[in-house]
T-cell receptor, first 115, second 112 residues
């Protein structure tokens, strides 16, 4: 595909359940980012991957959140024991990693609702 | 900690009018991005500004960057209804790695 894709597009879950969100970056993009967008907090950075490693995971809000990337491509964001405050839109972005000059291209997002 | 502030946060304007959205940021950076978001949609890249004095224009939108003042502007000329959306500026700070720090967003409504 031409752009960043994410699945599922919508997820409703019960408090305490685990969820997995998936991101397929643009082919050839080595950098991948996860952000969260919520009404109260705006757009927040969560984690950044360069290849399969995560040099910056400082935005993950708690140890219930984890992410991995395999094969330098697909990434999965996992939220364990979901809480109502986890409800948000989770956005994935990817970019070329060239000399620090790069535009991040965003996917359509996963809308997570924790009941 | 890098802070990015936009103003105004809400803007209602008539078609045909001009207006400017301001984006101030708190730390040294020469990489600033403008994105557009339509309701229920994701973020669409509008402009990438990579040096002091950079100016980019696309249609009725023009963005500029003053790194000394730590200020970017997004100027709207002769607004049309199709420009109604939320506009975000984002900064890639020198000490913040590759993450983007976003402003709060400016919700623009252009009325016929």
């Amino acid at each position: 595909g031409a752009g960043v894709s994410q699945s599922p597009s919508n997820k409703v879950t019960e408090k305490g359940k685990d969820v997995e969100l998936r991101c397929d970056p643009i082919s050839g993009h080595t950098a991948l980012y996860w952000y969260r967008q919520s009404l109260g907090q705006g757009l927040e950075f969560l984690i950044y991957f360069q290849g399969n490693s995560a040099p910056d995971k400082s935005g993950l809000p708690s140890d219930r959140f984890s992410a991995e990337r395999t094969g330098g491509s697909v990434s999965t964001l996992t939220i364990q024991r979901t809480q109502q405050e986890d409800s948000a839109v989770y956005l994935c972005a990817s970019s070329w990693e060239t000399s620090g000059r790069k535009t991040q291209y965003f996917g359509p997002g996963t809308r997570l609702l924790v009941l | 900690e890098l802070k990015v502030e936009q103003n105004p946060l809400f803007l209602s304007m008539q078609e045909g009018k001009n207006y400017t959205i301001y984006c101030n940021y708190s730390t040294t950076s020469d990489r600033l991005y403008w994105y557009r978001q339509d309701p229920g949609k994701s973020l669409e890249s509008l402009f990438v500004l990579l040096s002091n004095g950079a100016v980019k224009q696309e249609g009725r939108l023009m963005a500029s960057l003053d790194t000394k003042a730590r200020l970017s502007t997004l100027h709207i000329t002769a607004a049309v209804h199709d420009l109604s959306a939320t506009y975000f500026c984002a900064v890639d700070g020198e000490t913040s790695g590759s993450r983007l720090t976003f402003g709060e967003g400016t919700q623009l409504t252009v009325n016929p």
